[in-house]
């Protein structure tokens, strides 16, 4: 069974104080929203829930990054996908949109994005359950006796 946690908002100002200005209806939803991409039902990968807490509040951070507006009132950047050229003379700035799903450039637009990337590395990983039981009658995964070759005697 995977852990299931509930958002703290003191717990998530005191990690990260430069999001004071977000009402914590807002970060409620913002928390919700990071529950859509890690997974907080019970059925998720990470089975210890001061991790899991952990990670939902750096995807929290990241939403909140991506949609807040800043501490002195401006609304935030309109500008979707990742910077990939800057000038200053006359300001120019393109942005990349182009990331396939499961990539690792919608996390990299902010700190917090690119952490929780980094700290969720282990649950991204293939990982090997081996089949405990024998299955009677069962053959090689090749299609059975006279297949590419037989099966072991």
């Known amino acids: 069974m995977s852990a ?15 999001f004071s200005q977000v009402q914590q209806p807002t970060a409620q939803e913002y928390f919700g929203e990071a529950t859509l991409y890690l997974r907080n039902d ?14 939902l509040n750096m995807l929290t951070a990241h939403i909140a990054a991506l949609n807040a507006p800043s501490a ?14 800057a000038s200053e003379g006359s300001v120019s ?3 990349e949109n182009d990331y396939p799903p499961g990539s690792a450039q919608w996390f990299q637009q ?3 994005g690119s952490g929780f990337w980094a700290a ?18 069962a053959g ?6 006279g297949g590419f070759g037989r099966w072991p005697r």
């Not at 002195?72 to 050229?85: E, F």
């Not at 991204?124 to 405990?132: A, C, F, I």
């Not at 090689?140 to 006796?145: A, C, F, I, T």
């Open 4 to 18: 299931i946690v509930q958002f703290n908002y003191a717990q998530w100002i005191a990690r990260y104080p430069e």
């Open 42 to 55: 019970g059925t998720g990968p990470v089975r210890d829930a001061e991790t899991q807490l952990r990670l």
């Open 72 to 85: 002195d009132g401006q609304p935030a950047s309109p500008l979707v996908g990742r910077i990939n050229n």
């Open 93 to 95: 700035v393109q942005t």
């Open 110 to 112: 902010t700190r917090y």
């Open 120 to 137: 969720t590395f282990a649950y991204r990983r293939v990982h090997y359950l081996p089949n405990k039981k024998p299955v009677v009658g």
């Open 140 to 145: 090689p995964w090749w299609g059975g006796v």
